[in-house]
């Protein structure tokens, strides 16, 4: 490989690395299993204390599937399956607070959320403990560059694109952890097998 093709495929990389990551975080898809049950018995199941049940009727009013749209029912039942210990229900919890949907911006408490979520080993809430520790751009959420790589590991090897791709990137250009090609690469290869395609054939990856 000629210098000038590796030194371009390095530069793609760094902006990929460093313009804020890839952007593909905080998306959920629709559960069809929610569109075809019984609204009436996913009610009965909430209100029996059920905590997946509570995290279903969230989703079922937030998006009106079987009952009419209610953001105020929805964020009532989100908080009452986050408090039974939902990793899901927590992350979702943490995101109300970190954007301030449905209740006031709070990005302490959000925080709070997240790190709940992230230790019930929920991989999105581990990629954003990781991100908001990594990038320190709020001041209620000091960096903490060591943690970061802590909980990127953890949500890379969960299978979280992003978390690898961070990793990868970390790892090739030494920023908070030691410099090593391999290392990075064995992440970014992690990357484009959760969904990331392209990212282990970048043209430093063919050296």
Known sequence: MSSKFLAMGVFLLGLLCFSGGLGAMDIRNDNPLIMRMDSKKIITLAEAG????????????????GVQINHNLAWDWIEKAANNAHAEAQYWLA?????????????????????????????????MV????????????????????????????SGHAEAAFRLGCKSYFGVDVAK??????????????NGLKGISRLPFSMK
């Open 50 to 65: 059920d905590p997946q049940a509570q995290f279903d009727l969230a989703i079922m009013y937030g998006r009106g599937v």
């Open 180 to 193: 090593n090609e391999a290392i990075a690469q064995r992440w970014f290869e992690i990357a484009e097998k």
């Open 95 to 127: 995101y109300g607070y970190f954007y301030g949907n449905n209740t006031a911006l709070d990005r302490a408490k959000a925080f709070s959320w997240y790190k709940k979520s992230a230790e019930s080993g929920y991989a999105n809430a581990q990629f």
């Open 130 to 157: 990781a991100y908001l520790l990594d990038t320190g751009k709020f001041t209620e959420i000091p960096r903490e560059p060591v943690e970061a790589v802590k909980w990127y590991s953890t949500a890379g090897n």
